[in-house]
């Protein structure tokens, strides 16, 4: 079936009903997936999900077995060179560094991809400038992190690909990491971020998509995850005492699930709309309420619920 | 116990290497060779008595190249290599002492180059023992026991030199320094010892002592020390006027022994001070 | 008796590169205690020092009772250890690293147990060259879990795992506190510290610049709460009603809400006197200060 033309610049991956196999094994099944232009789109999967075969097909590093793969409205395997002119890669795995320095690395990609940055510029921006005269093959593993998202970042490209960028780097390079991640963002780039650290993909991205052995499972706004899982929230309210029958009048409050004490205070699992009214029964109940808390379920709770893990 | 677990290890690890499974078929198919070459082209190689001794010294004057090429090759990366990768911090959060590793790896490796080095000779001297219908059992027991000493020394020699240092490149100009000074290029270096001596100008007659510093090299103390062990006259190494205390072939067992204790010591005091 | 006891550590590289100024640090038996840090904080040269890896310039530290150097052989035959930066032997199958390590350090174990612990059973028989990298952590942690040890060192174990790994490894870390060891936790994952830990160190440049438990760091960085209100409609009363409340230090408008700084105690006075004043108060919730935030105001500027 040939693919309907798409206006460039509205979607930057349009995976349609790809599949993988290698040898008997399948790597992806039948998945289809749009990242819209200027997104920061978060991809999540347990190890051997098939995250890494999905970003190898986007590069032309593998060929699907079936469907077909589009980025930035090329086709990914007859427009590779295309593809890539316009995409800055900061892979998962790459073998160790030569004995060029950080700078040189820099100006390598700089060159390969006929761009005019200064790789200077490029280095202060991701926070090894002090180490561009030195070779590479010596850099810590945060260092060499922040080299390949400077090799990535070079002639401003329209999608970034940065597959576990933030491995290895202690939070104040998260947080560098987010931030740069913000700026292209802002700068109208698609990125296309996948990891395995929940809080760092929540910070940062729009929409998340969920692989499972091979197969999308959810692909949503955290917060429509959420809602979608059907997880509801906790609040804790701490009080001077527990008032008698108090549980059995919160458990009787529209949208409660749950309630039950814990030293001195009371836990109710509810719907967002019911938390003032649990406030309001324990006042009425003749209790000062001391503090309240409340939290939401974890990206974590959300990506076990998705992927059957523990 | 700990230097044994470690060994155990080495030696497994040690025995799923692709090259020493290739330098040890090519050793053996090697002995087979030389045998089967001393026994049946004796006169065409100018050998003038086919004897087990004299199949013995054959086999030996080819294991000094085999056992310090590959002394090296599966040698050298002992104590560097696992620290420039990092594998030695598994090794040493375990209840091991640096000496445990360290003897453990010149255990392990030792192992690990005796077996195709022994089995080869042994190949070697049943074929050419069944070749020649002569079998000698005391001069091919020397032979593999004075393999066996020259083998750990190797070992010991290489695995001190790889313990100075972190990193493999630099273990790598250590040992194959080691072989050009002391094996590839000892002639000249004898030579130069004795110009020097003799105040920068070669003697007409080389003195005595010349074969005091030709035994150096562990391949040619290894050589001399195998006719201390060997049955029957002792072939004249010197001149026999030469009287000195050294004039002796058991001396090879003694420089054996000093390769064997010293670099490992050396080894092991700078690697017990190091950082890893 | 303390775990881990060190006093007035230094150690000064190469004459000139300072790692550790003066660390003297505290873990209690049985505790399970997070070390944090920015890279080249020193983490790693404290774990090494424990170990013997390096020797300090100056200072002593002692683990389970006994002298670091001295009596380092003992201390790691009680020791597990997951270390950082470590290789696994790649001609090796998983089952021969187990039993090198139940082999040094002379215990009775079940290998094949071991590696079912971390979720590898099938990883026996495989060289550990072909492993992944999850695989190779999950391998050196059942290394470091052989013998029941009464201390784990774990350097940034949760690397390179799934959640549902970095979880797993959690679930091991409990169950080992439970047994009665204690657990020395690396990790720039700081909610994973904020899961299992009972008190965290933060080191900066070479020196603990806190020790606490996470709760105490929350309280001495003394921000009090967020709460977020989400109201029908946000007028300036509601604004000025909010502000009037004891304890409250700012308000913001925000998206058809509220983000309200205050106090402990006076959440509720600020959601009673919106309601009071005729205000719907459709949502809210309660936001601390998060570990990355505590956590930065220990170490910005360490580099």
């Not at chain 1, 499972?217 to 997880?231: F, K, M, P, Q, Y």
């Not at chain 2, 000779?121 to 091919?140: D, N, P, Q, R």
């Not at chain 2, 005091?212 to 010197?238: C, E, H, K, R, Y």
């Not at chain 3, 007028?235 to 309200?260: H, K, M, Y």
Request: some cysteine; aromatic content about 6%.
């Amino acid at each position: 079936m040939p693919a309907a033309p798409e206006p460039r610049g509205m979607v930057a991956i349009d995976l349609t009903d790809v599949t993988k196999t290698y040898g008997g094994v399948t790597a992806l099944q039948g998945v289809d997936l749009t990242v819209e232009s200027g997104e920061v789109f978060g991809f999540l999967g347990p190890n051997g999900a098939g995250k890494s075969t999905t970003i190898d097909i986007l590069l032309d590093h593998a060929r699907p077995t079936a469907g077909q793969a589009r980025v930035l409205g090329m086709d990914a395997q007859s427009e590779t060179v295309a593809v890539r002119e316009r995409t800055g890669v900061l892979p998962e795995r790459f073998g160790p560094l030569g004995e060029m320095t950080g700078r040189q690395h820099v100006e390598f990609t700089i060159e390969a991809k006929d761009a005019n940055d200064d790789p200077d510029a490029i280095m202060e921006r991701t926070g090894i400038a002090h180490a561009a005269d030195r070779p590479a093959s010596g850099y810590s593993k945060g260092m060499t992190q922040r080299l390949m998202l400077g090799m990535a970042l070079v002639d401003d490209p329209d999608l970034l690909i940065l597959d576990e960028p933030t491995t290895g780097l202690d939070p104040n390079g998260a947080r560098q990491m987010r931030e740069i991640v913000h700026e292209e963002a802002d700068r109208g780039a698609t990125v296309f971020f996948s990891s395995h650290i929940l809080e760092q993909v929540e910070a940062v991205c729009d929409r998340v998509g969920i692989l499972d052995q091979g197969t999308l499972v959810a692909v949503d706004s955290i917060d429509g995850l959420r809602e979608a899982a059907g997880t509801t929230g906790e609040m804790a309210v701490t009080l001077d005492a527990i008032p008698e029958g108090l549980i059995a009048d919160i458990e009787a409050i529209d949208g409660v699930s749950s309630a039950r004490t814990d030293g001195d205070s009371v836990i109710a699992g509810c719907e967002n709309p019911a938390k003032g009214e649990v406030v309001r029964v324990t006042q009425q109940a003749g209790a000062t309420v001391e503090n309240i808390e409340t939290s939401e379920a974890s990206l974590e709770d959300l990506f076990a619920a998705y992927t059957g893990g523990a | 116990m700990s230097t044994l677990a470690v060994a155990k290890k080495d030696f497994q690890d040690a025995l799923r290497s692709r090259a020493l499974w290739g330098l040890s078929v090519l050793f053996i198919l090697l002995s087979l060779f030389i045998a089967y070459a001393f026994a049946e082209f004796t006169t065409e190689m100018g050998i003038e008595e086919q004897t087990a001794e004299g199949l013995a010294y054959f086999l030996a004057s080819q294991i000094g190249l085999f056992v310090s090429v590959t002394a090296i090759v599966i040698a050298y990366k002992a104590i560097a290599g696992e620290r420039e990768s990092g594998s030695i911090k598994i090794l040493l959060s375990l209840p091991h002492t640096r000496r445990d590793v360290l003897l453990g790896k010149v255990l392990g490796r030792s192992a690990t180059l005796a077996v195709p080095t022994l089995i080869g000779l042994a190949a070697g001297a049943a074929l050419g023992s069944v070749l020649m219908g002569e079998f000698a059992v005391v001069a091919l027991g020397a032979l593999l026991a004075m393999s066996l000493l020259f083998v750990v020394t190797y070992i010991s020699i290489v695995v001190g030199l790889s313990a100075l240092t972190g990193s493999t490149s630099r273990a790598s100009m250590l040992t194959i320094g080691y072989f050009l000074v002391f094996e590839f290029l000892w002639g000249a270096v004898s030579f130069g010892v004795v110009w020097l001596m003799n105040g920068f100008s070669l003697p007409s007659e080389m003195p005595n002592w010349v074969f005091l510093v030709n035994q150096v090299p562990p391949s040619a103390a290894f050589t001399t020390g195998l006719t201390a062990l060997m049955p029957g006259d002792i072939p004249a190494a010197t001149d026999p006027d030469f009287q000195a205390f050294y004039a002796t072939p058991w001396l090879g067992l003694v420089i054996l022994a000093f390769w064997l204790v010293v670099p490992l010591a050396i080894g092991y005091w700078r690697f017990s001070k190091a950082d890893i | 008796m303390a775990a881990i006891e060190t006093n007035g550590l230094h150690k000064r590289y190469g004459g000139d590169i300072l790692a550790l100024d003066g660390i003297d640090l505290h873990v209690e038996e049985g505790e399970v205690f997070g070390f944090l840090g920015p890279n080249g904080a020193g983490k790693s040269t404290t774990i090494n020092i424990l170990l013997d890896f390096v020797r300090p310039t100056e200072g002593s530290a002692t683990v389970l009772g006994m002298d670091a150097q001295a009596d380092s052989q003992s201390i790691r035959q009680r020791t597990g250890v997951l270390p950082e930066g470590y290789q696994v032997y790649d001609r090796l199958t998983g089952r021969q690293h187990v039993q090198f390590v139940i082999d040094s350090k002379d215990v009775t174990a079940d290998p094949d147990a071991l590696l079912e612990r971390v979720g590898i059973p099938e990883a026996g028989d495989r060289t550990a060259g072909g492993y992944s990298k999850g695989m190779k952590q999950r391998l050196t942690l059942a290394m470091a879990l052989v013998g029941q040890p009464d201390l784990l060192i774990l350097d940034e174990p949760s690397t390179g795992l799934d959640p549902a790994g970095a979880r797993e490894i959690r679930e091991i870390v409990t169950e080992e506190a439970d047994r009665g060891a204690t657990v020395f936790f690396s990790s720039h994952i700081l909610e994973q510290v904020e899961a299992v830990c009972d008190r965290v160190g933060i080191l900066r440049a070479g020196e603990l610049v806190a020790v606490d438990s996470i709760e105490g760091l929350r309280e001495a960085a003394g921000d009090g709460a967020t709460l977020r209100v989400e109201l029908a409609t946000v007028t300036d009363n509601a604004i000025e009603i909010v502000e009037g409340v004891p304890g409250v230090t700012d308000v913001t408008q925000r998206d058809g809400g509220l983000t309200v700084s205050v106090g402990d105690g006076s959440k509720t006075a600020v959601l009673s006197a919106l309601e009071d004043a005729g205000h719907e108060v459709t949502d809210f919730r309660t936001e601390e200060t998060s570990l990355e935030e505590i956590f930065m105001s220990y170490t910005e500027g360490s580099r």
